[in-house]
């Protein structure tokens, strides 16, 4: 489904959701397309995945060379329109697994991020916001993981009970939670 149809169905669940999406709403109704690319220096669109396993226990999570802190995957869309196809890319490229039920047909979360600046590949990228589509999805912990060196630095299943101990960027706390605690 295409990004616009996705954000317009979104039924916001408190007031960053509803403040977020009235904000993302405006900025593509300006630029429907050019937000879709990195190109946009101040903002563009990125879709992200929260993984439970079956029991509902464990998060997977990517330890991120850049934050250096556990996070959830996801990526920029690059072009990309169909959201959840790109959180479904990131999700195997980042952690290795390939087998991921979807809970649900659309995004259970969106949130505006403020990236600060910081060097990637060599280069300098500016402080800018990611307009941002979260999606969960259900894993096997059996599959094998693989590291995406040039991006994380370790794959792994957390206790979602313990997320403070191994998320070291404490303002996604609060997101990580009201994610996990709308899905399990």
Do not use: C
Not at 22 to 42: F, H, Q, W, Y
Not at 56 to 69: D, F, G, P
Not at 114 to 127: A, D, I, S, T
């Amino acid at each position: 489904m295409h990004y616009t149809d996705e954000l317009l169905r979104f039924v916001p669940r408190n007031d960053q959701e509803r403040n977020d999406k009235t904000a993302m709403l405006s900025a593509v109704s300006k630029d429907p397309e050019g937000i879709l690319l990195r190109d946009n220096l101040l903002m563009h669109m990125t879709a992200s995945s929260i993984i439970v396993n079956k029991e509902k226990t464990k998060t997977l999570m990517a330890y991120h060379n850049i934050y250096n802190s556990w996070a959830w995957t996801g990526g920029h869309a690059d072009g990309e329109s169909d959201m959840m196809r790109l959180a479904l890319r990131e999700a195997r490229e980042e952690t290795g697994i390939q087998t991921l039920t979807p809970i649900g047909d659309a995004p259970v979360s969106i949130e505006i991020l403020h990236v600060l600046p910081h060097m990637k590949r060599g280069k300098y990228v500016g402080m800018h916001l990611h307009f941002n589509l979260t999606y969960a999805f259900i894993g096997d912990e059996n599959e094998p993981l693989r590291v995406k060196e040039d991006e994380n630095a370790r794959v792994g299943w957390l206790p979602i009970d313990e997320l403070e101990k191994f998320v070291s960027e404490p303002f996604m706390i609060p997101i990580y939670k009201k994610i996990l605690a709308r899905i399990i």
